[in-house]
């Protein structure tokens, strides 16, 4: 059955840079058919988006505000992979990152930024 494999998480200073990668395995469809989602969930606080790819968009990216110009969400149609490029992160960065297309999560992967 179709489901989501995350990688990429760690540890990193202040202002470093994390690049997670979402491996979608068994997903039938044309990948391009999806929305394909980041989110992030820290400590004490609900699950939010973060950035995403809307399906049939053209590839049309969106992004939530607190990671604007910071990070970029792509994907690759052939590979079935969907990446976050993060950028000159910040300790309210720290979170468990999960990738989502369409109905189906991954289990996270967790991103801590020390100060």
């Known amino acids: 059955q179709a489901h989501l494999v995350e990688s990429g998480g760690g540890l990193v200073e202040f202002g470093g840079s994390l690049n997670l990668s979402c491996a979608a395995l068994?997903?039938?469809?044309?990948?391009?058919?999806?929305?394909t989602r980041w989110y992030r969930q820290a400590p004490g606080k609900e699950r939010e988006m973060v950035a995403q790819i809307v399906k049939f968009g053209g590839g049309r990216t969106e992004y939530a505000d607190f990671v604007k110009g910071r990070f970029t969400i792509s994907r690759d149609n052939d590979k079935r992979m969907v990446y976050l490029q993060m950028n000159n992160l910040t300790p309210e960065d720290t979170a468990v990152y999960y990738c989502?297309?369409?109905?189906?999560w991954g289990r996270g992967t967790q991103v801590t930024v020390s100060s």
């Open positions: 989502k297309v369409s109905t189906i």
């Open positions: 068994q997903f039938i469809l044309d990948f391009k058919e999806y929305n």
